[in-house]
């Protein structure tokens, strides 16, 4: 395949992927070490968001690892890194009201993220299967692998098409409920919880061009060995 291409579909998408992972630990780095001046720490708001949302099934919980703040739609829970569930910075008040985002949207049947929902399971055995796919693929030549190894990459970046809406909703909302609570401030502090916010958007979008340009790219390199 010409190396031109090849750059264009990975290196690019690669590129991309490190400069948003920079962008969050910059951003998050930068904006862990601004004080709110509200005080509140990161489970304290996620607790008021979700009373004030009429959410009283959400358990918010404090786990380990940095930046690993999800929200678990299967258990109903809001898991909370240690530096975000007890800090009350500006950028552990986006992540914490950005991950209560997602449990709004869990409750009000937001219908993209019932679609994520969905495709999960079919997400997680194609990336079980890439591995075996792409070596038996084209480092033996077994043709049938090759094209599942095409559907394991469509799933893939159906997914990660679909997780955008998703990412991008719960952060408007984020952004919008912490200045209408009084959580954050305007100005500075809004201003922090959108570079957060904005950062980790990038990360999302990053994601959807890698598997894009590694779907197309398999796909020509399926072709050419025609």
């Not at 990360?203 to 894009?212: C, R």
Request: aromatic share 8%; proline share 4%.
């Amino acid at each position: 395949m010409n190396f031109y291409i090849y750059a264009v579909l990975i290196g690019v998408p690669l590129l991309l992927g490190l400069y948003a992972q920079m962008r969050v630990k910059g951003a998050f780095g930068k904006y862990s070490k601004v004080r709110a001046t509200s005080g509140v720490t990161g489970a304290q708001a996620a607790r008021e968001i979700l009373n004030a949302a009429q959410i009283h099934d959400v358990e918010v919980r404090e786990i380990n690892g940095m930046l690993g703040d999800h929200y678990d739609p299967v258990h109903k829970r809001l898991c909370l890194s240690s530096e975000v569930y007890n800090t009350p910075s500006v950028a552990a008040l986006g992540i914490a009201a950005h991950e209560c985002g997602h449990a709004v949207q869990h409750a009000r049947s937001y219908a993209p993220l019932k679609w994520r929902m969905t495709v999960v399971p079919a997400t997680q055995i194609a990336s079980q299967m890439l591995p075996f796919v792409i070596i038996g693929g084209f480092i033996f030549h077994i043709t049938g692998l090759i094209t599942l190894g095409i559907l394991c990459y469509a799933v893939l970046a159906f997914f990660q098409l679909i997780t955008l809406p998703v990412e991008f909703d719960a952060s408007k909302r984020a952004k919008v409920i912490l200045q209408q609570m009084g959580i954050i401030q305007p100005g500075g502090e809004a201003a922090g919880v959108n570079a957060v916010l904005n950062a980790a958007a990038l990360t999302y979008v990053a994601a959807f061009v890698a598997a894009l340009g590694n779907l197309i790219w398999l796909v020509l390199a399926s072709r050419r060995g025609n």
